[in-house]
């Protein structure tokens, strides 16, 4: 298993995930997701790692709570 999922949602439904092994390939495509789907009304994404029980690295929007 990969250690760090990104997570795209709208609304409360998920759209899209995906695992990657290694954290700046999946720090760059966190960014490339915000660049081609933030635009979109109610998208929420996260990047996560999973090796430390999912603890939260981003997410975007920011609400600051992190």
Known sequence: MDRYH???TIGA???MRGWWSDETTAERKYKRWI???GGVD???ITLT???DGGRVLKSWPDDGDI
Do not use: K, M, P
Request: hydrophobic share 35%; no cysteine.
């Open 6 to 8: 990104l997570t795209l």
């Open 13 to 15: 439904r998920t759209v």
């Open 35 to 37: 660049g081609e789907r």
């Open 42 to 44: 109610g998208a929420r």
């Open 49 to 51: 790692d999973e090796a």
